[in-house]
């Protein structure tokens, strides 16, 4: 949302009015992947367990029989979404080359009974990352390939402050970020908020068992002392937070703001004692790097929740995915952070909260501000190194225009 044309008082009215309206129908893409399945013989009845199993990946499941209807909703998907394709071979063939540079497309799946018979055009195109003949190896395939693209492939929401100009333009968009979430956690959660979420998120995952018992249990059992265990499983309470935060989809964020505040408040119980350095393997698009290029020595912020690692080497097999995009880098965050720069916006290690523990993960709210120290090149590789040092509200160029922003909602600053 642009509020580079707002006043201060529109800022305020526009920030609250649009937190209270009706679920729309933007509430219920509560995920950025999709699923695809297009294949002329495939029928509801016989592929009931099929999608089932592989809804419990990827919730967005849609089937097309159709190739020139399955290539027109392809394309009429954001650039943000992501969109996993399985295909049968035949079809696969017709439509392959005209949706393999669409940036949503990041991986397809030809399954089909003649392997050696599709493998000829298949080899033509990077994203079909394999020819499968079994049911049980295709999901399996799915499944492994999707905990790594979940990761590197999930889009991130960077806003950047340019120092020395006015609050329009870009900055306006950074200073609207940073203050949509202080003043939502400031609001009190109700029963009814909590009741509507759960509405909604049954109606999003109608039908897929896996996420309804997952439901189930949280609407019975959640507590805010488990905010950060519900955070690490693989569920859709992980997928959906994030996905909303993202989009700046301001009712469901206002709806998710007490697990946003639990998971807040868990973050500053558990803040990290002494100074750190964390890396987190990314991709991101050419304009986006050119776009940190230009802003070295600036600030930085991003929309969505973290997730970073102390081990390095950790963070680069996340890399080592074969980019098959000629518009995607490769880049390695390497972010150092001091608890005693920061106040309201805690960070921390959840490793012994998560559902599997093991490793060191690190987590940094929504909204923590960096500075953007440089953008280079590796020397051995073609992934590209961004620096990062994690700031506090008090010793950079935003405190005075955050504390006047902040201000103007009440109760800041």
């Not at 399996?140 to 402050?161: G, Q, T, W, Y």
């Not at 935003?398 to 600053?413: A, E, I, R």
Request: glycine share 4%.
């Amino acid at each position: 949302m642009d509020t580079s044309d707002q006043s201060d008082d529109e800022f305020h009215d526009a920030t609250y009015d649009n937190i209270f309206y009706d679920t729309t129908s933007e509430d219920m893409r509560l995920e950025i992947f999709y699923l695809i399945w297009l294949d002329s013989n495939i029928t509801a009845e016989d592929n009931r367990d099929t999608e089932q199993r592989l809804r419990s990946i990827i919730n967005r499941f849609k089937k097309f029989q159709d190739v020139k209807e399955c290539q027109k909703y392809i394309e009429h998907q954001s650039q943000q979404d992501r969109i996993v394709m399985i295909t049968s071979g035949s079809l696969g063939q017709e439509i392959v080359s005209s949706i393999h540079k669409l940036r949503q497309v990041i991986s397809i799946y030809v399954y089909c009974m003649d392997k050696q018979r599709h493998k000829q055009w298949a080899d033509k195109f990077p994203k079909i990352k394999a020819i499968i003949t079994q049911l049980d190896e295709l999901i399996s395939c799915i499944k492994v390939d999707h905990n790594i693209l979940k990761i590197v492939e999930e889009p991130l929401a960077i806003n950047i402050f340019t120092t020395g100009t006015s609050t329009g333009g870009v900055n306006g968009q950074f200073i609207f970020s940073q203050v949509l979430i202080d003043c939502l956690l400031r609001l009190k959660s109700t029963s009814k908020d909590q009741t509507e979420l759960i509405t909604i998120c049954k109606k999003a995952y109608e039908g897929n068992t896996f996420e309804m018992t997952n439901l189930h249990e949280f609407e019975n059992k959640y507590s805010p002392t488990k905010a950060l265990w519900w955070y690490t499983r693989d569920t859709f309470f992980y997928k959906t937070i994030n996905a909303v935060l993202r989009s700046e989809n301001i009712h469901m964020i206002f709806l998710f703001r007490q697990f946003i505040s639990d998971i807040q408040h868990q973050l500053k119980e558990n803040q990290v004692k002494s100074p750190i350095k964390v890396y987190r393997g990314q991709l991101i698009s050419s304009d986006e790097l050119k776009r940190l290029k230009e802003h070295c020595e600036q600030f930085i912020s991003m929309n969505s929740f973290i997730s970073t690692s102390t081990d390095e080497q950790q963070a680069r097999v996340f890399l080592n995915v074969p980019n098959s995009a000629v518009d995607l880098e490769s880049v390695l965050f390497e972010i150092e952070a001091d608890p005693n720069t920061v106040t309201t916006k805690p960070f921390a290690d959840i490793s012994q909260h998560s559902e599997h523990p093991g490793g060191s993960q690190i987590l940094f709210m929504p909204g923590s501000i960096f500075r953007l120290e440089s953008v280079m090149r590796s020397s051995e590789n073609s992934i590209w190194i961004i620096r990062m040092k994690l700031c506090s509200d008090e010793d950079h160029h935003l405190k005075k225009v955050l504390t006047h922003m902040k201000q103007q909602l009440g109760n800041g600053g």
